[in-house]
């Protein structure tokens, strides 16, 4: 039936789904083993909350149930393309993917500390930085000691390799 002959009200609504995390076309989808159990407590919460769901309007229901689906569809997809990095098999002198990296930012005397993963673990709140960032890409292959520059617009910003780590955060 063509959608002319629709009433309105008839009508479902479609969810309007948030793309997770931005992962550029043919980026290879780098996760900690931290990052995968994240993930995979997310999609069990999902199904979960599908489960229990408790709404009375059965039309209200299968709109949640189609939104949560969306979610399940596009975190799944996630985790279907995950290749999972090994730490202890990185380069333990160099700033690679699973990186805790220690830095001296500037001439700024406090230290700060930033973890280089997956996009979907990325949370700059979390020191969790993700590894197609700038600030990753500079680092990256960089030893202690050494220094990488960030050009920003107005100025450079330098960051200084204080210590490299791969424990599990």
Same mark, same amino acid.
Do not use: C, H, W
């Given at each position: 039936?063509? &959608?002319?002959?629709?009433?309105?009200?008839?009508?479902?609504?479609i !969810?309007?789904? !948030?793309?997770?995390?931005?992962?550029?076309?043919? /980026?290879?989808?780098?996760?900690?083993?931290?990052?995968?159990d #994240?993930?995979?407590?997310? &999609?069990?919460?999902?199904?979960s909350?599908?489960?229990?769901?408790?709404?009375?309007?059965?039309?209200?229901k299968?709109?949640a /149930?189609?939104? =949560?689906? $969306?979610?399940?569809?596009?975190?799944?997809? &996630?985790?279907?393309? $995950?290749?999972?990095?090994?730490?202890?098999?990185? !380069?333990?002198?160099?700033?690679?993917?699973?990186?805790?990296?220690?830095?001296? =930012?500037?001439?700024?005397?406090?230290?700060?500390?930033?973890?280089?993963?997956? /996009?979907?673990?990325?949370?700059?709140?979390?020191?969790k930085?993700?590894? =197609?960032?700038?600030?990753?890409?500079i680092?990256?292959?960089?030893? /202690?000691? #050494?220094?990488?520059?960030?050009?920003?617009? $107005?100025?450079?910003r330098?960051? #200084?390799?204080?210590?490299?780590?791969?424990?599990?955060?």
């Amino acid at each position: 039936m063509s &959608r002319g002959f629709v009433r309105e009200e008839d009508q479902e609504e479609i !969810p309007l789904v !948030p793309p997770r995390a931005d992962l550029p076309e043919g /980026v290879t989808n780098y996760m900690t083993p931290v990052g995968m159990d #994240e993930l995979l407590a997310e &999609r069990q919460g999902l199904i979960s909350e599908r489960e229990t769901l408790d709404i009375s309007s059965e039309k209200e229901k299968r709109i949640a /149930v189609n939104f =949560i689906n $969306a979610k399940l569809q596009l975190l799944n997809n &996630r985790i279907a393309t $995950a290749k999972i990095i090994d730490l202890k098999r990185q !380069p333990q002198k160099e700033v690679r993917f699973g990186a805790l990296v220690t830095l001296k =930012i500037g001439s700024d005397a406090k230290l700060q500390k930033f973890q280089i993963v997956g /996009v979907d673990e990325a949370d700059i709140s979390k020191g969790k930085i993700s590894f =197609i960032s700038p600030i990753a890409k500079i680092l990256t292959n960089k030893k /202690v000691g #050494e220094k990488a520059v960030l050009k920003l617009a $107005a100025t450079d910003r330098v960051f #200084e390799i204080i210590d490299i780590n791969y424990t599990l955060v």
